[in-house]
Nanobody, 117 residues
């Protein structure tokens, strides 16, 4: 299974950006929580947002009301719509698929998001 991310880049403060991640390979999407993590230089990787198979979502306090996560189970894809971006949102963003009923999980390769004027 391979997770391929897209949509990162440079954006000005206050701008918007959309990240997408598609899974390739043979696996059942059921029971997988799809999420986005980020890691800024010198900091630990942290959860940004996650969405369960049934649609329930979880967000970091710092992005609530600003970021929206969504998933398309048929396409095995998860997206993260980011608005009102701040310089502190600068990080490498990773998508993550985590099976709630086993130890199976997958990471994307990461995509750089830079918020700067």
């Amino acid at each position: 299974v391979q997770l391929v991310e897209s949509g990162g880049g440079l954006v000005q403060p206050g701008g918007t950006l959309r990240l997408s991640c598609t899974a390739y390979g043979a696996f059942f999407i059921n029971f997988y929580v799809m999420g986005w993590y980020r890691q800024a230089p010198g900091k630990q990787r942290e959860l940004v947002a996650a969405v369960a198979y049934g649609g329930s979502t979880n967000y970091a306090d710092s992005v609530k009301g600003l970021f929206t996560i969504s998933r398309d189970n048929a396409k095995k894809m998860v997206s993260l719509q980011m608005s009102s971006l701040k310089p502190e949102d600068t990080a490498v963003y990773y998508c993550h698929f985590d099976n709630e009923r086993s130890d199976s999980h997958y990471w994307g390769q990461g995509t750089q998001v830079t918020v700067s004027s």
